[in-house]
């Protein structure tokens, strides 16, 4: 008896999906669903050419009247580097900088990039310094460097 029911079944099945495609065939849907399955080539998308950044010019920087007649300061971040290859370690290490009342500050020297890195951070901020301040470094032994600073503007300075 399933099997009567089974076959019934199957037989209206077969013939609803014979209607449909006769349907499918007569409005043209088996043109579109096979357009819809081809890709079309989408616009390529433009890419805005990668122009080089130009370095800063700082001569240009418009400048006070009072400064406007002298040579623009330049700044050199990092240590010099023939100073560096003399008498600084090639690998990185740790170094000491004393300041002017004798408290030291340890900090790592990256030999790669003549600079210094962790710990100058907490000494700069330790010592309040300022766009403009100038410190000058004393090498006093292999790894330990007297650090004096030279204030943009002493406190109680008024002359801006």
């Known amino acids: 008896m399933v099997v009567a029911k089974k076959s019934a079944y199957e037989a209206s099945r077969q013939k609803r999906l014979e209607e449909n495609k006769k349907r499918m065939e007569e409005l043209n849907l088996n043109k579109l669903a096979q357009a819809m399955h081809t890709p079309k080539p989408s616009p390529m998308?433009?890419?805005k050419p990668k122009v080089p950044k130009q370095p800063l010019d700082l001569s240009a920087v418009r400048r006070s009247s009072r400064v406007?007649?002298?040579?623009p300061r330049t700044y050199k971040e990092g240590l010099p580097v023939q100073f560096c290859k003399t008498h600084l370690p090639s690998r990185d290490v740790m170094v000491n900088l004393v300041d002017e009342k004798g408290d030291e500050f340890e900090t790592k020297y990256l030999a790669q990039k003549t600079g210094l890195s962790g710990g100058w951070r907490g000494f700069a901020i330790d010592h309040e310094l300022v766009d403009g301040d100038a410190l000058i470094f004393q090498l006093i032994k292999p790894t330990t460097f007297k650090v004096y600073i030279i204030r943009v503007n002493e406190p109680g300075d008024t002359s801006n």
């Open 45 to 47: 998308k433009k890419v």
């Open 68 to 71: 406007a007649d002298l040579p």
